[in-house]
Every structure is written in C-alpha cells, then in structure tokens.
C-alpha cells in the first residue's frame, strides 16, 4: 500500500487506472481496496461491491456530473452482467451513454479515452 490515501474517499483529478485486481485498483501512485468511480471530479470509493449491491443512490454521484459525462464504461466486476433497465434509463435521461463490459475490459477502455481527453467516466467493480 502507497502512502497515498483516498482523503474521504475522494482524489481529485483525473488518473489512468494503473492496475486492477486483488480486490483494489491502483491509480495515481496509491492503491485502493474496493470499487471506485473514476469521474471528472475525480477517484472516489464506490460502496459497490457486486451488481447485486447495486442501488438508486450508487448512481447518484454519476447523475451529479452528467454535464461532464458523455460515455460511461460500466465495470461489473469479473464476469460481465446485464445491468438493469432502470438504471439505463436514468442514464440515457442524463444524456451519459454506457457500455457494460467486464472490470478489466471497463479499466483499460478507460485509460485510452481518458488519454484521448474524451468526456469519459467509469464505475468499476473490484475483482480479485
């Protein structure tokens, strides 16, 4: 573990996913146990740790910055799942596009849309 820390479970800015697995993500020179949202206010913890623990206000930090999202890479953790209807629908609303696909799949699409200064975000279920 880096002496970098998650201050309130919030870094600010904008950093490429550096490694994911063993339960954690790494990413601007710290690790981190658990998921996260990768938004353009920054790395938060994210209280998600199946899709079955998925809720209405998972969603709420996302829907906070939809003006800043146009796509969001939806990581479901080691297999990939369908995420439900309702959800799609509160963020084809927003007007924040999505694509589902596996945490390491989500994690290393990120990276290059990030580096492509694209207005992307990411909630990433961690894997083991």
């Not at 994911?20 to 938060?44: Q, T």
């Not at 990939?80 to 609303?93: D, K, M, Q, S, V």
Request: no cysteine.
């Amino acid at each position: 573990m880096s002496s970098g820390r998650l201050y309130d479970g919030f870094v600010p800015g904008r950093y490429q996913i550096d490694a994911y697995g063993n339960g954690g993500f790494r990413f601007a020179e710290m690790s981190h146990r658990g998921s996260i949202l990768a938004l353009p206010s920054g790395i938060k913890a994210w209280p998600v740790g199946s899709m079955r623990e998925l809720t209405d206000e998972a969603l709420d930090p996302i829907l906070a910055e939809a003006e800043e999202i146009e796509l969001l890479l939806f990581g479901t953790g080691q297999e990939i799942a369908a995420l439900p209807g309702a959800f799609r629908a509160r963020l084809r609303e927003a007007g924040i596009g999505l694509d589902v696909m596996q945490t390491g799949a989500a994690a290393r699409t990120y990276n290059i849309l990030l580096a492509e200064n694209r207005k992307v975000a990411a909630a990433l279920i961690a894997v083991g």
